[in-house]
């Protein structure tokens, strides 16, 4: 045992007063000791009063003034046993600093030198960890200092456990939180004094398998791993509230693969909980020995716990923000549409990349402008103010107007915006804008087809009463002229004029009405396989005829041929040409191009993908104003003085017809360019036509006819007649089948039949063919319409008949569509 002090010590009486004062002064000391004693027990004795002090973990020592030990407690002997021998006299730096020397500052140091007492955390240089030093000073009866009481207590554990707290608490996540998890698990398991300590969080709300965040075991960090749980080790978990522990976790993980290895005996850990309240993982803590003080230790791992839920979900948080930024970024930056950033006012703040490809501008050229500096000047105030009221009330809205392309060019977009506050408070507004030009110009081009199709319902109406008549006016007209041609004197020349000029008024009407059927559907080109340099070339001579305009025409050799019908194409050669010639009243050039090209199948033009030949007019006039190009192609749309209207919406309407398309473009000054798209023929085969003949040619042979219209009947009969047939007429169908039968039966059968295609409350053309064709299958049958939205007139053969007169007609007319038609037929070679 250690040496004690002995009786004789004179200042053993003083230092058992001393004690018994210092009784309730040493707070950080654990009594073991009442407060309070009973009367009897006032007086103790200094074996009891030694007994007591022996029995503290904390080191208590009493020293002299100059700092020698005279007496310590059985902790004092126990924590530096090489001095046990020569501990008291030596002085108290010795076993705490390993050395006298006084020029290292200490706690004792100014209790010493008369200080009423101190109290310090510190390291003492000759032990390993952290250490409250507690000293107050003794006094004897006279209070002059003699001494000084000294308690030393080993805070190392307690030390640990705050620091660790501390940097939880205080702790600022690393990159990711990475960083701020691995350092959580080392310092739960020092703090714990445990061997491993794991993070681990659900993927999503599946708790029978985790992903550990962070590993700490065998002093340094392990490699994250995914982990099965146990289930008598996840049962624990998820019953548990708040804590969970096992001190005897031996055989619990004795079939795991990864903590198996690890022999752990004990775990303590902790649920983690989100902001909704559902578990994302938990917090343990792992030992090859139970855990100490169960109670402590839930409450520190529940500590870390919460703080490491709260890091996780923000990291958690973090990560699906950092997603959520790179999914749409990847979304404006791949997008079609424009995606622009502006302030209130429209100034840019961000532009998505491809607006390189949408208005030419590099995106970070543009940062700085305004949005409303491309808009067009007309459309400029009026889309700034309605994005001023839309972004002032937060509201989203649409705006439609031109943009300025950097090739100087006005594009058409369609444009979305929402304004916003942003979390500093300042306002913005997304716009996604959509080039919509293409779309516009099909629209615009559905429209004006629309229109068309209006005007040709009613045109085909009016032209289909008005042909009935004119045909009767041009065919008597013609045939009166014929009648005085066979007598010559001069009052008969006179009639013969004034018949010739009332023949070309109807040949003029006839040309009206040919324009105003070309919008009915009746208006269907009869196509024929053509190469189209003849008649273009053959049209620009006759429409410029007499002007001051020079035309230079160029068509290779090599063109394709196009099935057309040659006669509405020389109608659209001849519009374009006569405007030409109209825009240029002082004389110029016309340049009149063709060549072959393809139709790509990403085209902006409304065609087909394919072959196409394209024409091209080129003049040198006026130009167009740019407010009435997209009316130009609208039916009775015109500027020039005594105009119908008709022309260019006629040229466009039978450009639809044979599958086609014809643009414009044109510059005040300058000049205008009409460009036409022809389909090319599959075929090379040219249709060649009979050539014509300046006289009449006539036949014989019974003919029966069939129309509704008295007058044309008459008139028709006697033409037939003129040209040496005989004639029968008949009203409608039925008639004709009744009189065509009795014919063939009687031995006197019609050599062919001329029908009018529409018949009003009666039967037809088309089915009156087709029942004479059951009779006779070797009928041959023409068929006569002023209009009708019926195919047969665009293709007669397919429904029986050999032939087409369209109406109006006069003498020669139906002689060279008789003959034409006839010998084709192969029946006979001359009427």
């Known amino acids: 045992m250690h ?49 007591a002090f022996n029995a503290l973990p904390e080191q208590v020592m009493i020293l002299d003034c100059q700092g020698h030990i005279l007496w310590a407690n059985r902790a004092v002997y126990d924590r530096f046993p090489h001095l046990r021998s020569s501990l008291i006299g030596r002085h108290y730096r010795i076993p705490y600093y390993g050395t006298e020397d006084t020029t290292v500052p200490s706690p004792w140091d100014s209790v010493l030198s008369g200080a009423l007492s101190a109290t310090v955390e510190a390291r003492l240089p000759a032990l390993d960890g952290w250490f409250l030093v507690s000293c107050y000073p003794l006094f004897d009866q006279e209070r002059r200092q003699w001494g000084a009481v000294s308690i030393v207590k080993d805070i190392t554990d307690h030390k640990r456990i705050e620091d660790a707290l501390r940097n939880v608490i205080q702790g600022t996540p690393g990159t990711g939180g990475v960083a701020f998890f691995r350092t959580l698990v080392r310092d739960v398991a020092q703090a714990l004094n445990m061997d491993y300590a794991l993070l681990v969080e659900f993927p999503g709300r599946n708790t029978h398998q985790g992903m550990t965040v962070a590993v700490w075991g065998g002093n340094q960090f392990l490699d994250n791993f995914p982990w099965t749980f146990p289930q008598s080790f996840i049962a624990r978990v998820r019953s548990s509230k708040a804590c969970f522990f096992n001190c005897a976790a031996s055989s619990e993980f004795s079939n795991d693969p990864v903590v198996g290895p690890w022999n752990i005996g004990s775990y303590i850990g902790s ?43 923000r990291t958690r948080a973090e990560e699906a923000l950092r997603d959520s930024e790179q999914r749409y970024r990847a979304i404006v930056e791949n997008a079609y549409d424009l995606m622009i950033e502006t302030t209130p006012n429209g100034g840019l703040l961000y532009l998505s990349p491809n607006c390189l490809a949408v208005l030419g501008y590099d995106a970070v050229d543009m940062t700085g402008y305004n949005f ?83 005007v040709g319902l009613l045109a085909g109406g009016i032209a289909h009463d008005f042909n009935n008549i004119l045909t009767s006016a041009f065919a008597n007209i013609g045939l009166a002229r014929m009648l005085i041609a066979k007598h010559k004197s001069d009052s008969h020349t006179t009639i013969a004029e004034r018949l010739a000029a009332a023949e070309k008024a109807c040949l003029r009407a006839r040309d009206l009405t040919k324009q105003l059927l070309t ?208 004639v029968d007429q008949t009203s409608d169908g039925n008639e004709l089948i009744a009189r065509y039968q009795a014919a063939r039966a009687h031995g006197q059968p019609y050599r062919f039949a001329i029908m009018d295609l529409t018949i009003p409350g009666g039967m037809g053309g088309k089915e009156t063919v087709r029942q004479l064709k059951a009779l006779d299958p070797h009928v041959l049958a023409f068929v006569s319409s002023g209009y009708s939205n019926d195919p047969v007139m665009a293709h007669p053969e397919e429904f029986g008949f050999i032939g087409v007169i369209v109406k109006p007609y006069n003498l020669s007319d139906l002689s060279r569509v008789l003959s034409r038609a006839l010998h084709a037929s192969s029946r006979s070679t001359q009427l």
């Open 3 to 51: 040496e004690r002090m002995k009786t004789s010590d004179p200042t053993k009486h003083a230092l058992l007063q001393e004690i018994d004062r210092l009784r309730r002064r040493l707070a950080n000391l654990e009594p073991i000791l009442p407060r309070s004693l009973p009367q009897e027990h006032a007086s103790i004795e200094p074996e009891q009063w030694e007994a």
């Open 271 to 313: 649920a983690l909980f989100g902001s909704s309240g559902h578990m994302i993982g938990f917090l343990i803590v792992l030992g090859r020995t139970p855990v100490s003080n169960v109670q402590t230790a839930g409450a520190i791992v529940r500590m870390f716990a919460v703080r490491a839920a709260s890091e996780l979900e």
């Open 519 to 726: 919008f009915a559907k009746g208006g269907a080109p009869v196509k024929n396989t053509a190469s189209i340099g003849h008649f273009i070339t053959e049209t620009i001579e006759f429409a410029l005829r007499g002007s001051d305009v020079r035309c230079v025409i160029d068509i290779p050799e090599n063109l394709w041929s196009v099935e057309v019908d040659e006669g509405q194409m020389s109608q659209v050669i001849q519009n374009l040409i006569m405007n030409a010639d109209h825009a240029m009243p002082h004389g110029g050039i016309i340049s009149v191009r063709a060549q072959n090209t393809h139709v790509a199948p990403d085209t902006p033009l409304p065609l087909k993908e394919g072959r196409y030949v394209m024409i091209s007019i080129e003049d040198q006039g006026t130009g167009i104003a740019p407010e009435h190009l997209p009316q130009i192609f609208d039916p009775y749309f015109t500027t020039k003085e005594g105009g119908t209207g008709l022309g260019l919406a006629t040229t466009y309407s039978i450009m639809k017809r044979h599958d086609g398309h014809i643009t414009v473009t044109s510059e005040l000054g300058v000049g205008t360019t009409f460009h036409l798209y022809l389909p090319a023929s599959s075929s090379n085969a040219i249709a060649r036509v009979p050539a014509e003949h300046d006289h009449l040619i006539t036949g014989t042979g019974r003919v029966i006819i069939m129309d509704d219209e008295p007058d044309i009947r008459d008139i028709l009969s006697k033409m037939l007649c003129h040209l040496g047939f005989e």
């Open 372 to 454: 409303f500096d491309f808009v067009h000047p007309d459309e400029r105030e009026a889309v700034a103010r309605l994005f001023a009221e839309k972004v002032a009330n937060l509201c989203p809205g649409e705006i439609m107007c031109r943009l300025q392309h950097k090739n100087g060019t006005w594009r058409w977009f369609e444009s979305h915006f929402r304004p916003f506050r942003t979390t500093a408070g300042e306002v913005v507004a997304i716009i996604d804008t959509r080039d919509i030009t293409e779309r516009r110009h099909l629209e615009e081009e559905r429209l004006r087809a629309s229109k068309l199709e209006s």
